[in-house]
């Protein structure tokens, strides 16, 4: 059984920043990509961040400059840090994790459970 936990979410000013983890746990063999998707009411899931096992890093365009994914492999761990937080990033978002597990040893992906952000005056 694989977990994906994440937090940080929250309310936070325009201007702001938030920084969200995701740690992966349970019968875990290889992690491959990770990364953060979000998805505002009334829209579709989109990806925002994503970072391979080999250190590539790929943005949506929006976020390019203000956003940056991080990765601890010895914790199983996905960050993202949001700066200068924008009214249109309020989203629910989403870790996501591309991985093998020890028991079936076959690569498919995970999703958390999602953390909400919103920015608000």
């Known amino acids: 059984q694989v977990q994906l936990v994440e937090s940080g979410g929250g309310l936070v000013q325009p201007g702001g920043s938030l920084r969200l983890s995701c740690q992966a746990s349970?019968?875990?063999?290889?992690?491959?990509?990770m990364g953060w998707y979000r998805q505002a009411p009334g829209t579709q899931r989109e990806l925002v961040a994503t970072?391979?096992?080999?250190?590539?890093?790929n943005y949506l365009d929006l976020v390019k400059g203000r956003f940056t994914i991080s990765r601890d492999n010895a914790r199983n761990t996905v960050y993202l840090q949001m700066n200068g937080l924008k009214p249109e990033d309020t989203a629910v978002y989403y870790c996501?994790?591309?991985?093998?597990?020890?028991?079936?040893?076959?690569?498919?992906?995970?999703w958390g459970q999602g953390t909400q952000v919103t920015v608000s005056s």
């Open positions: 970072t391979s096992s080999g250190g590539s890093e």
């Open positions: 349970g019968s875990i063999l290889s992690i491959y990509t």
């Open positions: 996501y994790a591309n991985l093998a597990t020890a028991l079936t040893n076959k690569v498919r992906g995970y």
